[in-house]
């Protein structure tokens, strides 16, 4: 070989030696990176997001169950049983997250053979998809090719396209094959429906009612059967309500289960669609206090990821039980009360339109709600008059009240400047330009003068005194059949001092659908006058009770509640379960006057009891008590019943607000009772009756009411006895 020959095949070795540790470098190179984002990747999953798949991997492994724990229980401020549950036999089955609809079937079949189930749920559209999938081929076939190219032609999602077959074969599928269906297949669609009803490890209810000792031994002694998988028997429960008291509120039943509105809420809370969830009031309010804390089970799974076991992980508790305000015993009492005067009131002259009564009391220096009722006339089926529970409108139906907020009144009138303590002003028919004239009941004729200081405003109750006040606010100047300018910012100064008392705003009580009353529609000037004796805005039983305790209690604004305690079930059912929250007073605001003013003003309400003017003296005067108060009647028209003869004619609301003892309030209250006369010249005392007859009761029972809180479980006071699912749903209207 020749010299330069050598030279070129060295050359060409080295060229190629240079190209492979290239080569070589660029491989490594590329595994050192791919290895670096590797390891930076898992570095990123186990540091970043490691919590955050920890997180999904323990929803996905661990899932709560509907192990029907018992709900939280109420009781009165006595320890008296109001809401209760029942233990009940009840037959369950879950599904597993791999269980077959065929498997489902089968099971539906077997467990037929030893229970009874009713039909009742079963639906047409239940019994067509039945039908369909016992005969899958003869059904489907019932559609066309035609039928399908169509459909399939159409501009929607291959969804909707499926879900317009399905629905044309059920149409198809005659009454002649439905009759087919034997008594036993219905049977079986029943418990498959029931079975099909909820999510997998979501046990459902197939039978709770009437489950016959027999039904459940028998389910019992084939829970091993393979035949019987997923199927259980099990202790449920359900809710009892011992008061007829509509403010304990009610819950939905298995069979109804979430409300379709509420169903996405719900079930972002682990809840299940056949759980019983709180509909009204305290049920709704304290919905997260009452439910339990189902049993969570972690799922075993094999290497395909199908569940062959279910391991508990951690055990249900029942719900917290709540301890009202309310005392059964002197609410019951007041409920007689209430009911005989309305009874005598209804069965007098020009009574017509009476239906309803109302009275609240509450203790003003705490907020917590010692009765809260209303009663309701009505006919049942015989045509004969009966009195139903309404107490909830006492926080959602709102009137006219009349002169009780003259006392809101005389205070705004302090804080503005508009009139001192002690001052007189004239009581005279005011004549006001385009209105009829403005007067005090006591002075009908038109140059009739009468003096009158703030406290005896407020003892005979004098219109024109407060008119002057609205007018004074107003910066206006009242002559003798002139108009008057009033600007809409003065109603607002006086909205929003009466909103300090808790006038036309919401309470804060501790109840959902809360009113707050109406405010009126016009601001034609002469209204503010018509304002400051309560003839204008319309207000809430409730809110007139808290007032009155703003005043009771020196200015402060107490939040009103209804629970006074918050406790663990109880261990042994015969002793109340400790105490895990305890309802504090809660100051929403305090007003504006000083103490001074204040007291003022209730001296005015002391002489309304027993002064020689004193609207309410002829039935107060002579109490072994101190109290002090203020009456109200409002001019009203009645707009309740487009049908009634009496439809857009004037009427009387009446009122009554009061606290005592006078030196150191422990109970405030109020009275409403709405369109009490159709004859507007002769007006029933009836509020004021009920006011007496209410604090005589109130003291009558003080003594047996001891100041410590209960410990021990006691029997309810009433016999009433409401069964879940027995209760009409009530529909929530602010009146």
């Known amino acids: ?389 309404h107490s909830y409108a006492a926080v959602t139906a709102a009137y006219a009240v009349g002169s009780s907020v003259k006392g809101a009144t005389l205070l705004t009138g302090y804080a503005q400047d508009a009139v001192s303590m002690n001052q007189v002003l004239i009581d005279e028919p005011l004549v006001i330009k385009g209105t009829l004239p403005k007067r005090s009941i006591f002075n009908q004729t038109v140059f009739n003068r009468i003096p009158m200081s703030d406290l005896r405003a407020i003892e005979q109750s004098s219109n024109v005194y407060m008119f002057k006040i609205a007018l004074e606010i107003a910066n206006e100047t009242y002559a003798y059949n002139e108009p008057i300018n009033i600007s809409s910012g003065s109603f607002d100064i006086m909205r929003n001092s009466f909103a300090q008392f808790g006038l036309g705003v919401k309470t804060g009580i501790d109840l959902p659908f809360e009113g707050t009353g109406f405010k009126g529609a016009t601001n034609d000037g002469s209204m503010l006058l018509n304002f400051a004796i309560g003839q204008f805005d319309t207000y809430t039983p409730l809110q007139l009770a808290q007032y009155v305790s703003t005043i009771a209690n020196g200015g402060y604004r107490m939040q009103p509640h209804l629970v006074k305690e918050i406790r663990g079930a109880s261990t042994d059912g015969q002793n109340l379960g400790p105490v895990e929250t305890a309802i504090e007073p809660k100051i929403l605001n305090r007003i504006s006057n000083p103490q001074a003013e204040i007291d003022h003003l209730k001296k005015g309400m002391r002489n309304v009891y027993i002064g020689n003017h004193g609207s309410a003296r002829t039935y107060f005067h002579d109490t072994e008590y101190t109290a002090a108060g203020k009456t109200g009647t409002a001019e009203v028209q009645f707009f309740d019943d487009k049908t009634s003869s009496f439809f857009g004619k004037h009427s009387i609301t009446t009122t009554h607000v009061g606290f005592a003892p006078y030196d150191n309030p422990e109970v405030a209250y109020s009275v409403m009772i709405p369109y009490i006369t159709t004859n507007t010249k002769v007006i029933p005392p009836t509020s004021n009756r009920i006011a007496r007859d209410a604090l005589d009761k109130y003291f009558e029972l003080r003594e047996k009411r001891s100041d410590e809180s209960p410990s021990v479980i006691k029997s309810p006071y009433s016999d009433e006895v409401i069964e879940e699912g027995e209760e009409e749903p009530i529909e929530i209207e602010n009146e």
Do not use: C
């Open 1 to 389: 070989m020749s010299q330069p020959t050598k030279r070129r095949v060295s050359q060409a070795k080295s060229k190629l030696k240079s190209h492979t540790a290239f080569r070589m470098n660029v491989l490594f190179f590329s595994i050192f990176i791919l290895f670096s984002m590797l390891i930076l990747r898992l570095g990123y999953l186990q540091i970043v997001k490691g919590e955050d798949y920890s997180r999904l991997l323990a929803r996905t492994e661990e899932v709560p169950v509907n192990t029907s724990v018992p709900r939280g229980r109420i009781f009165d401020s006595e320890g008296r049983v109001l809401v209760d549950n029942d233990p009940v036999s009840a037959i369950t089955y879950t599904a597993m997250q791999t269980t077959k609809r065929k498997d489902m079937l089968e099971t539906a079949r077997e467990l037929a053979k030893l229970i009874e189930k009713d039909d009742k749920r079963v639906t047409d559209r239940d019994k067509r998809d039945f039908y369909i999938m016992l005969n899958t081929e003869e059904a489907t076939a019932k559609v066309t090719d035609e039928e399908r190219e169509a459909i399939g032609n159409e501009d929607i999602t291959e969804k909707e396209k499926q879900r317009k077959i399905d629905a044309l074969i059920r149409e198809k599928i005659t009454d002649e094959e439905l009759a087919s269906l034997t008594a036993e297949d219905i049977e079986t669609l029943a418990i498959f429906r029931e079975m099909t009803s909820g999510y997998a490890l979501s046990p459902q209810i197939i039978k709770n009612e009437g489950v016959t000792p027999e039904e459940f031994a028998r389910v019992s002694e084939r829970l091993t059967d393979p035949k019987l998988k997923g199927v259980n028997t099990i202790t449920d429960w359900k809710r009892v309500k011992l008061s007829d008291l509509t403010i304990l509120g009610s819950t939905t039943t298995p069979e109804q289960g979430i409300p379709s509105d509420k169903l996405e809420y719900y079930l972002s809370r682990d809840y299940s669609r056949n759980d019983r969830v709180g509909t009204s009031f305290l049920e709704l309010q304290y919905e997260d206090v009452l439910q339990g804390q189902k049993s969570v089970v972690k799922n075993i799974t094999d290497g395909r990821g199908r569940v062959i076991d279910t391991v508990p992980s951690a055990e249900g508790k029942p719900g917290k039980d709540l301890m009202l305000t309310i005392d059964s015993e002197l609410h019951s009492s007041l409920e007689g009360i209430v009911e005989k005067h309305l009874m005598e009131l209804k069965s007098g002259p020009n009574s017509q339109l009476v239906k309803d009564a109302y009275l609240v009391m509450m203790n003003p220096r705490t907020g917590e709600v010692l009765s809260m009722l209303g009663k309701r006339i009505d006919r049942d089926e015989n045509g004969k008059l009966v009195i139903q529970d």
